[in-house]
């Protein structure tokens, strides 16, 4: 009986990493879409998102890559002009079925980008975004200039203010070049 739980558990974990193993185009965008979905929807309105901004890559340098979706949401809700923002979700396959994908809100942040990105890829095993920002004169919801760069995930020991010298890890991507 151990023998066979051993290779349900073995088939199952290969099975989960082999929906990894597929190429960008073919990675379930559905099942996605349906996560980070949810995901927007509990923290913030107005979710829009193109399933070409769907793909994989390895963020935490373990062999097996995450799902990365970019989405636009206006978090919190605030409502009025301008509110709205682009929002990454990193997205990992778990649960009972394969076609499962969890968002790790932890891993699902950016900061220092141009408010208007176009599509995020993978180019030379880096995660790239191409978008927009202001050039001089421009509107504020117009930018004209195309800006691109890649990607890093940075983490940083955030103090707790309560005098205990403990600390709390923080992730966030930023751009390779400063906007």
Known sequence: ??????????????????????????LPKGQILQSVRAY???IGCNFEMDAKNIVAFDVDGDGSPEVIALFTVDRGCKGGSGTTANDLAVLTAG?????????DPKLSHFFGLPRFI??????????????KKAAEGDLHNFPSLRVS???????????????TG?????????SVIDF
């Open 40 to 42: 927007a929807e509990a």
């Open 118 to 131: 176009d599509r995020i890829y993978v180019k030379k095993g880096q995660l790239w975004f191409d978008g």
């Open 1 to 26: 009986m151990p023998t066979a739980l051993i290779s349900l558990a073995f088939a199952f974990l290969l099975s989960a990493t082999s929906v990894f193993a597929q190429e960008a185009a073919t």
């Open 166 to 174: 403990r600390s709390v890890r923080h992730y966030y991507w930023r």
């Open 149 to 163: 760069s890649p990607l890093k995930l940075v983490t940083t020991d955030v103090p707790l203010p309560n005098g």
């Open 95 to 103: 649960g009972p079925r394969v076609d499962q994908f969890f968002v």
